[in-house]
């Protein structure tokens, strides 16, 4: 594995800094960049040694919290270990944040990530990647349906609500898609069942979308997250497959 150099930095935008891990091999070079989207649980050192995993196969990695509004990483404190039994209390503390995180000011974010990222010395200035895992899954689509003049492919992973009746439904933002998606979602996933993966599928048809859609039989929500009860080994490394897969063939130096 190529040695990487990770930091914690801060991302001006409209509304304050964001503070935020970067990550890139450590050999001087610029490389194709990559905008991760955090899940609910936040930046911290299992979400950061993903991002050190993409970055040493060669990429420029950014991971804001996006919940910077609320506070510096870490937002909410965690147990090294994220069993079923904490969640509520922990969605107690996070939800609202969450819930305050409008598509507006999400997006006003993902301006100001992108520019940030595509200027930084490390980066290769060119069309950028983003992925993004649960609510980080929604995030990503929206940045490539808000940003296609940036934002070459895109991956989402266990997200939920990506195609819901709601009138701000990430979904309805196919149109505007000009990236090449993936979506590894999870088995029954309760926040994102058949009938939105069948309207998420068909928005992307229609819109003429490049996309690949596959649910992973016997993942549960969260399954890349090894620091939660939800990790499943399996389907994590088919999801690093598919990641790498989708950012060899679309992020070119330079483009």
């Not at 990559?34 to 950061?48: K, S």
């Not at 909410?76 to 270990?81: D, G, K």
């Not at 922990?90 to 598509?103: H, K, N, Q, S, Y």
């Not at 998606?181 to 994102?192: E, N, P, S, V």
């Amino acid at each position: 594995m190529t040695a990487v150099q990770g930091t914690m930095v801060d991302v001006p935008t409209p509304d304050g800094g964001a503070d935020a891990y970067l990550t890139h091999p450590d050999d001087g070079a610029a490389h194709p960049a990559v905008l991760l989207y955090m899940d609910a649980f936040g930046v911290r050192p299992h979400l950061t040694a993903m991002a050190d995993r993409l970055a040493a196969a060669g990429y420029t990695v950014l991971v804001p919290n996006v919940f910077y509004r609320h506070g510096r990483t870490p937002v909410v404190e965690l147990p090294e270990f994220i069993d079923p039994g904490r969640r509520p209390e922990i969605f107690d503390e996070i939800g609202p944040m969450m819930r305050a995180l409008t598509p507006e000011l999400a997006m006003r974010d993902a301006g100001a990530y992108l520019d940030w990222l595509r200027q930084r010395p490390e980066a290769d200035g060119g069309a950028v990647g983003v992925t993004g895992y649960c609510m980080g899954a929604v995030l990503a689509l929206r940045t490539a349906g808000t940003y296609p003049d940036q934002v070459v492919a895109m991956a989402g992973f266990h997200g939920g609500g990506l195609a819901s009746e709601e009138p701000d439904s990430p979904h309805l933002l196919a149109g505007n898609i000009t990236a090449e998606l993936y979506f590894g979602h999870a088995d029954q996933d309760h926040a994102l069942p058949p009938e939105q993966i069948e309207r998420l599928d068909r928005a992307l048809t229609e819109a003429g979308v490049s996309f690949h859609s596959e649910v992973y039989p016997g993942a549960g929500h969260g399954y890349t997250q090894a620091d939660t009860a939800a990790y499943d080994e399996q389907a994590t490394e088919r999801h690093w497959s598919a990641l790498l897969d989708l950012f060899g063939r679309t992020l070119k130096p330079g483009s």
